[in-house]
């Protein structure tokens, strides 16, 4: 199977909220995906946006929206995002009964499905469910806030699910949130990462756009040795 294309996916959690359609447009050019950080004070303890913001939005840009629920309760809510538009919808392990199921909802709703694992869930239990998703999330952090320092040994996760990827031959990437840089993308690459969510290395840099385009460059290089 051919490696498909590394995805850098800005983070809007990053961004100016006041002038969230232009911090889009910025990086329109550059990124991949745009990362949706939904928070709703219950599953984790901050708040941020919701499906209104999001049906905004989906007229401001053309960038494929990849909508990572921190939420309980998501089997109520996913499919609404799936409905405006979303290209991806990714909801937390610790949050659904039945994952596969919800899997089923969203792609019947149009929009891959993507699984996250937080920093203190173990992977082994939700390897053979990979097949039913798109889209493995893992965090380098814990979920819940932004601007928070990469966690390294939480590339043991990463590199578990790369090794069960190769070995039954998914089509699934393997997406990586939380701390990730300059000084860290590299790391996540080498372990298997193929899409990698950058919020403050993004928004915190005079020229987001330029700073997607390294962080692709760094990861690259990491996966080819170049």
Request: aromatic share 6%.
């Amino acid at each position: 199977m051919t490696a498909p294309p590394l995805i850098v996916a800005p983070s809007i959690l990053a961004a100016d909220f006041a002038r969230l359609a232009d911090e889009v447009r910025a990086v329109e050019h550059a990124a991949d995906w745009l990362h949706v950080d939904v928070m709703d004070n219950h599953f984790v303890p901050n708040l941020t946006i919701g499906l209104p913001v999001v049906q905004s939005l989906r007229t401001a840009t053309e960038l494929p929206f990849d909508v990572h629920l921190m939420i309980e309760d998501p089997r109520r809510w996913a499919p609404g995002y799936a409905d405006a538009g979303a290209y991806n919808v990714t909801f937390h392990a610790e949050a659904c009964d039945d994952p596969v199921a919800l899997a089923k909802d969203l792609r019947s709703a149009g929009a891959k499905a993507g699984l996250a694992i937080d920093r203190d869930t173990p992977i082994e239990p939700y390897l053979d469910l990979l097949p039913s998703f798109d889209t493995l999330l893992i965090m380098t952090i814990k979920a819940g806030f932004g601007g928070q320092r990469f966690i390294p040994h939480l590339l043991d996760k990463v590199r578990a699910a790369r090794r069960h990827v190769a070995s039954g031959h998914l089509e699934l990437r393997i997406e990586v949130d939380g701390g990730i840089a300059a000084d860290t993308i590299e790391q996540a690459a080498a372990a298997g990462a193929d899409a990698f969510v950058a919020g403050t290395a993004v928004y915190g840099a005079d020229d987001p756009a330029e700073a997607v385009r390294r962080l692709r460059g760094l990861a690259e290089r990491a996966t080819t040795g170049a």
